[in-house]
């Protein structure tokens, strides 16, 4: 098959691994950065321009979209779906994910197991929301944060006002959640690729610090998953319509609950931890699947 990688970086460990795997399974794979991508968006017969050159009918496109270009990330993807290109993730499910308020609203609405969250955007009544979702001790979200950056816990109520009310000044948004002590700084990185979690890790927070995330140094090793684990995190894969995915689950006296929902994994932290080749479960998936229009929305979302 003729396949695409949309990536900004070649050099990325994901990036490669992924060329490397295609290559492996006798597909021919490109890597294109995303951004450099222009198009006509008016033809009547969609195509996608590069380096002055129209590109191939691929039969599948990787998008790997980072977080700081997913408004034009999405629309080059959507560009391919209008082609009848297969994408292993569509341009709707990846803007649903990059929402994270858009996304534990959807993750609610199926009934999947959440911390209890809230947020606000003005600074009255900072008292009752914080006792709305349970009470201090609480975590505080910058909604724009990844890698752990921006995520605080405040042990007491008047921490969190203090959090809270400091944020908000800087107009920047939130979300209040309640904080999962009994997951002991630790949580679980699900990879899903179609309808199966194919690898899973546990991560486990530096000494002293609660976000496990491996940029904080955190330390990852293989785990087992429950059942219950297992079927939340495709179900909250189902729930975002996302084919390809890293699903980050605590474990809380009240059962699994979810985090985020990462529609651009890392491979390197997970095929280390479990030594299992998962770029190439990635083509299993995309063999299976990668036919001319079989993507739901075509474009249209
Ligand atoms: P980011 O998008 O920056 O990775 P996360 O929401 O994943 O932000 O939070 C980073 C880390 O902080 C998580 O991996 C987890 O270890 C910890 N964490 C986040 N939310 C909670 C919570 N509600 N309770 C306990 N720990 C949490
Ligand atoms: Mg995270």
Redesign the pocket.
């Known amino acids: 098959m003729r396949i695409a990688i949309l990536s900004r970086n070649e050099n990325l460990y994901s990036t490669r691994r992924l060329k490397e795997a295609g290559e492996a399974r006798g597909h021919e794979v490109d890597i294109i950065d995303t951004l450099h991508c222009y198009m006509d968006i008016t033809s009547s017969n969609p195509t996608v321009r590069y380096m002055g050159k129209v590109l191939p009918q691929y039969d599948a496109v990787i998008p790997r979209i980072g977080s700081s270009i997913t408004f034009y990330g999405t629309a080059v993807v959507r560009q391919f779906e209008m082609m009848g290109t297969f994408c292993v993730n569509e341009s709707v499910a990846i803007s649903r994910s990059r929402d994270k308020l858009r996304s534990l609203q959807l993750l609610s609405r199926k009934g999947i197991g959440l911390?209890r969250t809230g947020f606000a955007s003005k600074p009255d009544k900072i008292k009752d929301l914080i006792k709305n979702v349970g009470g201090a001790p609480l975590?505080i979200?910058l909604l724009e944060?990844?890698?752990?950056?921006?995520?605080v816990l405040a042990e007491t109520t008047k921490a969190a006002e203090s959090v809270i009310e400091a944020f908000m000044g800087l107009k920047a948004n939130i979300l209040v959640?309640?904080?999962?002590k009994e997951?002991g700084?630790a949580?679980i990185r699900c990879f899903v690729v179609g309808d199966k979690v194919v690898a899973a890790m546990k991560?486990q927070?530096a000494e002293g610090e609660?976000?496990?995330?491996l940029h904080r140094g955190g330390v990852a090793q293989l785990v087992k998953l429950s059942k219950e684990e297992r079927a939340t995190a495709l179900n909250a894969a189902k729930a975002m319509g996302l084919n390809l995915c890293g699903v980050?689950i605590?474990q809380s006296n009240h059962g699994p609950v979810v985090?985020?929902v990462n529609s651009s994994p890392g491979l390197e932290g997970i095929e280390q931890a479990t030594e299992k080749d998962v770029a190439g479960l990635i083509y299993a998936f995309i063999e299976k699947n990668a036919k001319p229009n079989a993507n739901k929305t075509r474009g249209k979302g």
């Open positions: 911390p975590v979200k944060g990844t890698q752990g950056i921006g995520v959640q309640e904080f999962i997951a700084g949580d991560r927070a609660f976000r496990s995330n980050d605590l985090m985020e």
